[in-house]
């Protein structure tokens, strides 16, 4: 087919032709381009009753502890490094695929640099673990003076841990207060903040928690309240929601789904 001159063209049609190639231009910058975004997508999960890394990440010291049965998984994604290229391929890819979401930047990642992504995730981490045993020893009526509690988990940071590290301990101390078992054997996972009154928070990137929790063989799934919606968007068949938003309400859901009696559901 011979070259059409622009000239050769009316008025509008050359300008509609400008503008087509402006916006393939465009199109193909945007391609190439980095964007603000993070793609995240399931994450690892772990047993806080059992070992990470070779070490146990829940150690009690000061009281006697029970032999646990069952997990209690926590759960995380894994997000695109902070210093990560993501282009608009990965973008759109994202936005299609029910195991992968894309998320501004600064919704994953809080500070400039890498060190400072990793400090503040630690101290968060931290905090967490501090929490987390205040609310547990506070509800079993112990003294942290009396008990020590060592929390680890490798290469996990931020605040999401916190309700599974409360119920673990309540697990490893007291059980379901009966002489049993706070998982009944099952494998539990969840995720959620927790204060040292035991009040539990939102985390964010439940949907993508629960295919973890699923995928590492859970059945039951903690999650909080405020974030049930979430949670059933993408909700893996096969997994039961349980929302709460203290430990105590947690404990009664798992003692309740023993015993046959009234389970909070989203």
């Not at 759109?92 to 990642?109: H, K, M, N, Q």
């Amino acid at each position: 087919m011979p070259a059409v001159s622009l000239r050769a063209l009316s008025p509008r049609a050359r300008i509609l032709a400008i503008c087509t190639a402006l916006v393939v231009v465009l199109l193909a910058v945007a391609a190439l381009a980095p964007l603000p975004f993070t793609v995240a997508q399931p994450g690892t999960t772990v047993n806080v009753l059992g070992a990470d890394g070779g070490k146990q990440v829940i150690t009690i010291s000061g009281s006697d502890t029970r032999k646990t049965k069952g997990q209690l998984r926590m759960t995380t994604i894994a997000a695109t490094g902070p210093d990560a290229t993501v282009r608009l391929g990965d973008v759109l890819s994202g936005w299609f695929r029910t195991d992968r979401a894309v998320l501004p930047r600064e919704a994953v990642y809080v500070g400039d640099t890498t060190e400072e992504i990793q400090q503040h995730n630690a101290d968060e981490m931290r905090k967490s673990q501090n929490t987390a045993t205040s609310a547990a020893l506070g509800y079993l009526h112990k003294s942290p003076g009396d008990v020590k509690v060592k929390l680890r988990l490798a290469d996990v940071g931020g605040p999401s841990a916190g309700l599974l590290f409360s119920l673990g301990i309540v697990n490893k101390l007291d059980g379901d207060g009966r002489g049993g078992d706070l998982t009944g054997g099952r494998t539990i996972a969840g995720t959620g903040t927790i204060d040292a009154r035991g009040e539990v928070g939102a985390v964010g990137g439940v949907p993508l928690k629960t295919q973890a929790a699923k995928r590492d063989g859970a059945t039951v799934f903690l999650v909080p309240k405020a974030e049930c919606k979430d949670a059933e968007a993408e909700q893996p068949k096969g997994l039961r929601l349980i929302p709460v938003t203290t430990l105590d309400g947690a404990v009664k859901a798992l003692n309740n789904l023993q015993s046959g009696g009234a389970v909070p559901h989203c």
